[in-house]
């Protein structure tokens, strides 16, 4: 289910029932911390390769939201439509359920994907392992923010889609699992360098507190969180989480 939800893969889900869900949740965060230790792999080799280090990035990012169907970057558009529409809860998740994108979406867009595809670059800039690391650490971070937002005591805004169907799933010693497992990429920062490591750390946690940020701001707008508010939380938070590491690791 983590694979299916989170990825582009094809995959038969056996079993599908909020226990499932919450366990789904969980392996978001291990299986982004692969995800982006192949894209910062991808944008190591494109350097290496010739291109410059923000056009390495930039095919890196691309790949990412070619595996992962822009599924979260289409949430992160639908929130900002929603949040920016000034409208009741009722009138901005209707303005998040339409298909196009208005211009609050765009720019946000805009604004995330650059400072994704800079941050990854100046990562690059710094050495292959920094920018393997790195990105694992702020890939999986964007995906533990996902598990976080499903514990307990955060509401559905709806009854139904994903949301309602993950919400409360993941029990607090999940939680705390992924929370470990997050750590634990970040300190493989340390066979590159401290300030690596420092810098994975520091993302990650900057990552944390944007999504929780974001988070807080939804449930209080539209009431609870949504697909869309999940997706929104991945991209806001691994940008950040980059874009902080980008700059520790620099210092070193």
Not at 40 to 68: E, F
Not at 82 to 93: K, N
């Amino acid at each position: 289910m983590a694979v299916g939800t989170f990825t582009v893969l094809p995959v038969r889900v056996e079993r599908a029932d909020r226990a499932a869900a919450g366990w789904a949740m969980f392996w978001a965060a291990p299986l982004g911390a692969v995800l982006g230790a192949a894209l910062g792999a991808v944008a190591a080799a494109g350097s290496a390769l010739g291109l410059s280090d923000p056009l390495a990035a930039l095919a890196a990012v691309g790949l990412g939201a070619l595996l992962t169907r822009a599924l979260h970057l289409d949430g992160l558009a639908d929130l900002a439509d929603g949040l920016g529409s000034g409208r009741p809860a009722e009138g901005a998740l209707e303005v998040m359920r339409r298909s196009d994108i208005g211009p609050f979406g765009v720019v946000t867009l805009v604004v995330v994907l650059a400072a994704q595809v800079l941050a990854l670059g100046q990562l690059v800039g710094a050495g292959p392992g920094a920018a393997v690391v790195g990105a694992s650490a702020a890939w999986s971070a964007g995906r533990l923010a996902v598990a976080l937002a499903c514990t307990p005591r955060v509401p559905p805004a709806r009854p139904e889609g994903l949301g309602a169907w993950v919400a409360g799933t993941v029990r607090l010693p999940l939680a705390a699992g992924a929370c470990a497992i997050v750590a634990a990429v970040c300190a493989t920062g340390l066979l590159v360098s401290p300030w690596s490591a420092a810098g994975c750390a520091a993302g990650a946690l900057a990552g944390l507190c944007v999504a929780g940020a974001l988070l807080r701001r939804s449930v209080r707008r539209l009431g609870g969180i949504t697909g869309d508010v999940l997706g929104a939380l991945v991209e806001s938070a691994t940008a950040a989480a980059l874009v902080v590491a980008a700059a520790v690791a620099s210092w070193g």
